[in-house]
Every structure is written in structure tokens, then in C-alpha cells.
């Protein structure tokens, strides 16, 4: 096999080694493997297919996370090459230039990703050199769980029971061990792409946070699952206590696959059978991602438009005053503002938090959910092309599974109950850390003197509420009473 024509190994949301069917079946024929990563970032321009452009947050964790790749290619005598342009032209490049005789990817079930992956497959078929795609992204494939009409399921729990019912997803791939790689292949430098932030540098709080790459990855889920998962379905709704797995940046990176997911914590489940009720909450949790997933590949502008189409027609305001106060951590609400700094510093907001910050932004503030997944979309190192939209629409009532409009968070109540003592208001608005439990979450509430005792004045040092609950509330409910009457 030493003069076997090398494979082209095409990387793109899987920036790892293990459980990479492509990189494995490459790696198993003994012929030199070339990994490549395309940046194709001007389909739109040509008029040809492109995959959304990516937000700040998650160009920054696409540095850091083919920085790791590109080490573990070379720590088993592979190379990672990176070149910019249409991801067809690109690859038939480069396999010309290597004599490559095939070039090999992963899957992604969403409509821009399989055109392009289309137009690729068409180029290098005109060179005469094969091509072949393996699954990699999900648990189950969008076309294995369909409805009589031929449809994806549109509620949650009926589709996670199906996706449960077909049995456990095939084990994970080993990484390779050793790779023959070739030399003399041209490769452009990660840090002329200009992912991170240089002026300014808004970057401190996610490199404080995080560590990308697939070998975090591995360790986040083996920390998770070997301590913080045993009070998983309690503290995953408590903001003030570290119960969340935090593997979501990983997982939209490909840096840990679902598959690796899946079987480790049924392993875990196993080994401690008392946890095997958080591990399922957790594993749901995972199926919710591929609900979103399956969700995109029926409806490839779920970002754009509302799934339901009545929603077509809801009176939503615009204000960029109010949506700048949003987005700026000072709509008063001490809950709201709290998860607004947490995702501008970390890049990552908690989930129970997201959804009283998504309430806030659509029903108090009667402001279009697109407006705020666009602003989530470019702020986490998370965004997801099915979960950001689809969580967002789930919110605003206009999408799948979803919660009734007329459900309006309460930001008092669901810090009262979900931020008791006010710990992680304290940890984000420190300007308010002095205020008592009972006033942290209503500051406006405080007399002027216990005001004055926590250093805090209104509409100086801690704005007064931009919008009062009850009216905002009853605004909401006024706007959706609208909308079911023209239907």
C-alpha cells in the first residue's frame, strides 16, 4: 500500500480524531491521508450554496478548535491543511495536487451543508476521483424517523421515543493511532483567517472559560458524568450552581460526537444505577439537540421564518432603544441582566436563564425572536443552527413543541425560585450584591434606605425596570389575543 494515491479526509463540524467514520475508514486503507479544512465563506457572493456565516463567538472557538485538531493530527505524523475558497473548487484542487484517489467526509443533514457537499462530490466525479460520505453528526438520520405523511415529527417526546426505540446507536470509533501523512502540501495560516478579536479584544472572558478541542471535551464528560451528573435534573435548572454538563460548545463543534455521548452515559448509567434518572434527563437533553436537528433538515430557514404562519402576522414592536437595553444588561431586571453579562463574558448563558431572557426580549418587550436569536447567534460559542432558531421559536410560541404563547415568565419569580439566594445575580450585578435575598430580584422594591445601605442607586448605579411586569404581561397576552382573532 506505500504507493497507494492518498485520501482527502474533508473536516468540517466534527474537529476531531475518534469516532471520525471518515478519518477511520481513510486511516484503515494504509494509503497517506491528507485532513482538510475548507473555509468557504463566499457562497453567498457566487450565488452558490453557503452554510450561515458564523458569529463572533463561535470564529473565536473555531481558532482555538483547529489549533487542537491540527495538534493531534501532527502528534500521530498526520497534517491538517487549511485553505480558503468555494469548498468544490478547493478540494478538487487539492486532490490534484496530492493525486488524491478519493476524498472522504462526515454528514451534515442540513440543506446548505448537503449542497455544498453536492457540488463537491460533482467536481471531483468530473476529475474522476471518488468520493464517499459517512454518517457522523447525529444519532439517527432525519429520513429514518418520519410521520405517515413522509414528514419529521414536530413534538418532542414522541420523537425522542422513537429515536430511543431503535436501540443504542453503533458504538464509537477508536482514533487513528498513526497516520502516513504526505509533505510539500501547501497551507494557509490559521491566524491570517483573522477569527480572533484583536481591536479591541473581547475575547479575555471566553479564553478564561473555556479550553476548545476534542481533548477538553473528553474531559468535561468524564468529570460530568463521574461527579456532576448525579444531581443533574435538580441543579440543571439552578443558575447559581454548576450542574450543567457544559459539553454544548464541544458538541457543535464536533470536537465529541453524539454517539460518544450517548454510550458513555448509558456506561455510567450502569455503573451507578442511582443516577440513572439524571443520566436519562441528561440523555433527553442530547435528544432535544437532535430534535432541532431533524427539525432543520425539513425546515432549512427555521431562522427566518415562523414555523407556525399564523405568528406571520403578530404586531411585534420595533424598538431599538428597548432591544439595546436588552442587549446592553440593563433592562432592570436583575435575572435578565445577570444572563446578559454571563453570555457577553462567557460566551454562554444558562439554559433556565435563556429562557426568561428569550421571555423577556419577545412577550415584555413585544420584540421579533428573530432579533434576539440573531444577537445570540453571534454571542455564543454555542450557536447551533437548529437549536438556537428552534429554542428561540419554542419560546415565542411560533415553533415546534410549542409552549403556548400566553406563557409569560415571570423574571421575579423565576429568580426567587430557580436564584434563591440570589448567587449568581451577585456573581453578574455586583453592583447589587449588597441588597438582601428578598430584594435582590426587586430592587425597586427596596425602601430608600436599604437602598442606600447596599450602595445601590436607581437609575444610576442599577437602572429601574424598563418595562413593568404586569403591563408587559398583559401587553403580550393583548398581542397575541390579536393575532388569534384575524386566524
Known sequence: MANAQPVIVWFRDDLRLSDHPALHEAASRGAPVVGLYVRDEQGRALKSPAARPLGGATRWWLAQSLRALSNSFEAIGGRLVLRTGPAASVIAAVARET??????????????????????????????????IFPGDLLVEPKSIRNK?????????????????????????????????????????????????????????????????????????????GDGVHAYTDDRDRPDRDGTSRLSPHLRFGE??????????????????????????????????????H????????????????????????????????????????????????????????????????????????IDWRAGEQWFWDTLVDADAGSNPANWQWV????????????????????????????????????????????????WTATPIELASAGVELGKTYPQPIVDHKQGRERALAAYAKIRRSN
Open 256 to 293: 465529541i460526537s453524539p454517539r460518544q455521548l450517548w454510550h458513555a452515559a448509558r456506561f455510567a448509567a450502569a455503573e451507578h444505577p442511582r443516577s440513572a434518572g439524571d443520566i436519562d434527563k441528561f440523555l433527553s437533553e442530547l435528544g432535544w439537540r437532535e430534535f432541532c436537528r
Open 149 to 225: 405523511d413522509n414528514r419529521g415529527l414536530r413534538v418532542f417526546t414522541p420523537f425522542w421515543r422513537r429515536v430511543q426505540g431503535l436501540g443504542d446507536p453503533p458504538k464509537p470509533l477508536p482514533a487513528p493511532k498513526r497516520l502516513t501523512s504526505i509533505s510539500g502540501i501547501a497551507s494557509e495560516a490559521l491566524d491570517d483567517w483573522q477569527l480572533e478579536p484583536i481591536r479591541p479584544d473581547w475575547a479575555g472572558g471566553l479564553r478564561e472559560t473555556w479550553t476548545p478541542g476534542e481533548a477538553a471535551a473528553q474531559a468535561r464528560l468524564k468529570a460530568f458524568l
Open 99 to 132: 493525486n488524491a484517489g478519493a476524498v472522504f467526509w462526515n454528514d451534515i443533514a442540513q440543506a446548505p451543508h448537503q449542497a455544498i457537499a453536492g457540488d463537491v462530490e460533482s467536481a471531483l466525479a468530473s476529475d474522476g476521483v471518488d468520493s464517499e
Open 396 to 443: 415565542a410560541g411560533s415553533g415546534a413543541d410549542a409552549a403556548p404563547y400566553f406563557r409569560v415568565f415571570n423574571p421575579i419569580l423565576q429568580g426567587e425560585k430557580f436564584d434563591p439566594d440570589g448567587g449568581y445575580v451577585r456573581r453578574w450585578v455586583p453592583e447589587l450584591a449588597q441588597l438582601s435575598n428578598d430584594l435582590i430580584h426587586q430592587p
Open 295 to 366: 427539525l432543520l433538515f425539513d425546515v432549512p430557514d427555521l431562522a427566518d421564518r415562523n414555523l407556525q404562519q399564523h405568528f406571520d402576522a403578530f404586531p411585534w414592536k420595533r424598538d431599538a432603544r428597548a432591544l439595546k437595553a436588552w442587549q446592553r444588561s440593563l433592562t432592570g431586571y436583575p435575572i435578565v441582566d445577570a444572563g446578559m453579562r454571563e453570555l457577553w463574558h462567557t460566551g454562554v448563558m444558562h439554559n433556565r436563564v435563556r429562557m426568561v431572557v428569550a421571555s423577556f426580549l419577545v412577550k415584555h418587550l413585544l
